[in-house]
């Protein structure tokens, strides 16, 4: 008899139309064992040579502003820049390359050189959402933007070079990859059932509790079905709407709430400040686009320990992604560590006051 618990098998994932390899019998609990642990990384509140902190001067000679709570300035060294000509160039079918302009921004999170999001208070993380949702509407209103991308890189494991709680923003003329497919995959499925993939997945999560990792009135954090990173997580918003501009004020302090929780549950996880790519995904510039539902992707490196991570490599890169963990028990080992009055030495950081609203169905079960 198949099981997924047992069997190698293969997972599809709904909004890109591709597949994952899980293979969970290689490790059935692979949290035993020695857990090497990495000293907390101590940073000054304030670090005069970082060019992200208030007052300090920045690679391209501009200064920051004595700054309160965000700030947010065009990148000083932009991938993307907006007065790029239009053209195109091809021979045949086969060399095809195309003009893009667009904008890159990036948004501190706070003046404090030494926070991450987990360290926040939840005031604080709201006025980062209303930053995100301003940034969003102006750049998504604009002619010459296809799609705004905001995206987190936290920690030098994921290439980031500051430490300093900021993120970036990333606006093309045209919709890039991962974005498109979420798009079309979203777009059929609308048209099929008349409700967005995401509501009727996120209400299926609710009902069978196997992959929450928190759960508030207005987001579901989960580890998707088919998650490729062994802690990856997927924050949905219970309502289907297209964007985060169309959140209510209960919505963005929910979604602050929400990335507090999961934040603080990865930093719980290996005692580490846990490294990742985070990212939004929500409808691009042009229409309204009823079938985009708005979701945050969170993409860990980590596998056992503050210092064993995941590579993707060989099979992963020439064929399909691959994981040994599998997404119920990565859900498990976030959901236990919260639950389970776990020991102070887990816990490095309590979970916010706000999660005692959070709930989960009776029957979640955890592994261990
Ligand atoms: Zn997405």
């Given amino acids: 008899m198949f099981d997924l618990k047992e069997h190698p098998h293969r997972r599809y994932n709904p909004l890109t139309g591709e597949w994952v390899l899980v293979s969970p019998h290689r490790t059935k609990r692979p949290w035993q064992g020695q857990v090497e642990k990495v000293p907390l990384e101590q940073r000054p509140a304030y670090d005069p040579g970082c060019y992200l902190c208030p007052g300090n001067s920045r690679a391209g000679g501009a200064r920051n502003p004595a700054y309160q709570t965000t700030l947010v300035f065009d990148n000083d060294f932009a991938a993307l820049l907006p007065d790029t000509p239009s053209g195109t160039y091809k021979q045949g079918d086969l060399l095809r390359a195309e003009a893009q302009s667009g904008v890159c921004r990036v948004v501190c999170f706070s003046p404090r050189h030494d926070l991450t999001i987990a360290e926040m208070d939840l005031n604080a993380i709201r006025v980062v959402v209303d930053t995100w949702v301003e940034q969003y509407s102006e750049l998504n209103a604009r002619p010459d933007i296809g799609y705004v991308q905001i995206f987190e890189n936290r920690g030098a494991m994921m290439g980031c070079s500051n430490p300093h709680p900021h993120c970036q923003i990333w606006a093309p003329s045209t919709i890039p990859n991962e974005p498109a497919k979420e798009h079309a995959a979203q777009k059929a499925y609308f048209d099929a059932h008349g ?174």
Avoid: C
Wanted: charged share 25%.
């Fill in 195 to 368: 409700r967005t993939l995401l509501s009727d997945y996120a209400a299926l999560e609710l009902e069978l509790g196997e992959r929450l990792v928190t759960v508030n009135n207005s987001f579901v954090a989960l580890t998707p079905f088919w998650a490729i990173w062994p802690f990856e997580v997927m924050i949905v918003s219970r309502r289907p709407f297209s964007g985060m501009d169309r959140m209510t004020p209960e919505e963005r302090a929910d979604l602050a709430a929400a990335m507090k929780g999961v934040t603080t549950r990865y930093d719980n996880l290996f005692e580490v400040s846990f490294p990742y790519t985070m990212g939004f995904h929500q409808r691009p510039a042009g229409e309204e686009y009823p079938f985009w539902h708005f979701h945050a992707h969170y993409y860990p490196p980590l596998l056992r320990s503050a210092t064993v991570r995941k590579f993707m490599v060989g099979y992963e890169m020439l064929a399909t992604p691959q994981r040994d963990i599998t997404p119920e028990a990565a859900a498990a080992r976030h959901y236990a560590r919260s639950r389970r009055g776990a020991p102070a030495r887990v816990e490095r950081r309590p979970l916010p006051a706000a999660e005692r609203l959070t709930h989960a169905p009776a029957q979640v079960k955890t592994e261990n």
